[in-house]
């Protein structure tokens, strides 16, 4: 079985310094065993989205020397998948 790490941030400002360690930490237990990391953006919660912050946030992880598998998914898209899950 591969190990599957994310790291899932909120895009409601610059990433802090608690954000930092629980994603290094994230990101460090999947690598370790082999696996892959996935950044999943939690931007369901429109009203606090922060305009630039998911850029701001993935430039931080950059800079911390973070990485992930594929592009970063944002949680509000697509749908279709969240309510077929529902639906089960």
């Keep these: 079985m591969t190990v599957v790490g994310r790291i899932a941030p909120s895009p409601t400002g610059r990433l802090h310094l608690g954000h930092a360690r629980s994603f290094l930490l994230a990101w460090w237990s999947a690598r370790s065993q082999g696996g892959r990391v996935v950044l999943r ?48």
């Excluded at 922060?50 to 973070?66: F, H, K, N, Q, Y």
């Excluded at 594929?70 to 639906?87: D, I, R």
């Design 41 to 88: 953006v939690d931007d369901l919660d429109a009203g606090r989205v922060v305009p630039g912050s998911i850029e701001a946030i993935i430039d931080d992880l950059r800079w911390l020397g973070l990485d992930w598998d594929g592009a970063p998914l944002l949680q509000s898209t697509p749908a279709a998948p969240h309510a077929e899950a529902l639906k089960r």
